[in-house]
């Protein structure tokens, strides 16, 4: 698939990982009903089917996989299930379906497989990744919006799948997504990872995170969390890129940051270890690894390797 008109203005180098989505988001049909409906009742109509949090992919001779869509035909209960509309892909509509509440989704697929993105996002061609992101991020919304915050009533679904209706007090809920900054500190010739709890397995190391947390600028936030994972004080604070992260539902803001002092006291309940790493030393990664390409965190280390 050919990038969307006006995508290298967006991206000067290139867009990172499922971001680049090919869909025209086109808005304006979402509040149509009777367009949508018209979509919704046409049998060739496409689905992006997402199924307990996994996208449906099927994977070439080549290694490479692909989103697979699937016509409205081949989906059983599909008035049954949650749906949204997600735009336009070559001019033709595109929907997503979450078919969780199916012990065995689409058993006549058999060369197309339910996989978790996040596990083998790597693996799959750029552009139909930020489909897939965005299918999954929808349907988790709208998995955990079923019910009213503000009362507990039932909810339905408006907007073509893009706003949850509170049939008790009428508050309306739009999707969510978490902000989370992400960035490489660096002191001019060393940069500052940490190999996270998460991963005390294998032994990665990879830039500090954390989510932004309310009445805070990113900027601060960047500096909160490289403090408390670290103890590392930060200046000039520059935005990088993002990166929608539908896992469940983040963008990872990526930063790059000054360090203004140099001796880590690292947070053991985040990270098993923080560390300066020379250029030299990333560039050989002997006795570690360095997150996957498909990440942000790779992006902002490889950036500031080639710089
Ligand atoms: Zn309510």
Redesign the pocket.
Known sequence: MDSPAGMHDIHPIRPNALAGSPLDRSAHHRTDDAWIAAQRGDPATLYAPVWRARSLMRTASSGVAEACLIPAAAIPQIDALPWAFLGLLDGGPVFCIDLSLLDAPLPDLADAVFQDLRRVGGAVAPQDAAIMAHARGLMHWRSRHRF??????A?IFASAGHVAH??????HHFPRTDPAVIMLVTDGTRALLGQPNAFRNVRVFTTLAGFVEPGESLEEAVAREVFEETGIRVARVRYHSSQPWPFPSSIMLGFHADAVTRDIVTDTDELVEARWFTREELLAAEGFILPPGFSIARRLIDDWLGA
């Not at 509170?166 to 508050?171: K, L, R, S, V, Y």
């Open positions: 009213c915050g503000v009362c507990g009533a909810c509170c049939q008790g007090c009428g508050t």
